[in-house]
């Protein structure tokens, strides 16, 4: 495993999501080596990317991995094609700008509904411009695609990592309400053993 984990949340999440959370804990009770970032991530793709790869650029191509959820899958995605690093993905977002166009405006955060952000059309074209093509190197993307998930297409998220480590489930839902019992250890292991 690398000696630096960024986790990057979904939208209206933080670092007060399950997920993040859990893999926090992992790595603090197995892995306490191991520098963890989960930052606070602005509604503006283009500020978010910003401060994510200003924060990391000291870290090394070869001990650095990424993890992300949702949009933070994306996003996780974006750093892995420009940095080279291996990533996790957790029910992606795959077209963004597409799906988050229905979303413009006034939000509140899952974890503390009294923070509100607002969602503008220029963030869905920083989304479009920030979105990769194609995935290179197929073989550094590990994770979990649950084709139940209520919000984004699981069969397209299977689609656009075809060929990579991702594991495809039957059912689930967005959240990966069984991630900490039935997928985090697997997803560990495998970040692990990835070169």
């Known amino acids: 495993m690398s000696t630096h984990l960024l986790y990057l949340h979904g939208f209206r999440s933080s670092p007060q999501s399950a997920k993040a959370q859990a893999v926090q804990r992992w790595v603090q009770t197995y892995r306490p080596d191991v520098q ?5 991530l602005p509604p503006s793709p283009a500020q978010a990317m910003d401060e994510i ?50 979303h413009i405006g006034e939000h509140s955060a899952w974890h503390d509904p009294s923070l509100r952000f607002t969602f503008e059309a220029r963030h869905v074209e920083e989304l479009r411009l920030m979105t990769p093509t194609t995935l290179t190197r197929l073989e550094r993307y590990g994770g979990i695609i649950a084709l139940g998930d209520e919000v984004l297409n699981g069969s397209e998220m299977a689609e656009r990592y075809r060929g990579s480590a991702v594991t495809v489930i039957p059912g689930g839902d967005h959240g990966l309400s069984t991630f900490e019992k039935d997928h985090l250890a697997n997803i560990m292991g495998w970040l692990q053993r990835a070169p």
Do not use: H, I
Not at 55 to 73: E, H, I, P, R, Y
């Open 53 to 102: 790869l200003e924060a990391t650029k000291a870290w090394q191509l070869d001990s650095a991995c990424v993890m992300g959820s949702s949009l933070g899958g994306f996003y996780a995605t974006v750093v892995a094609e420009l940095r080279g690093w291996r990533a996790v993905v957790l029910n992606p977002a795959v077209n963004p700008a597409r799906d988050l166009a229905r």
């Open 36 to 40: 963890w970032l989960c930052p606070q």
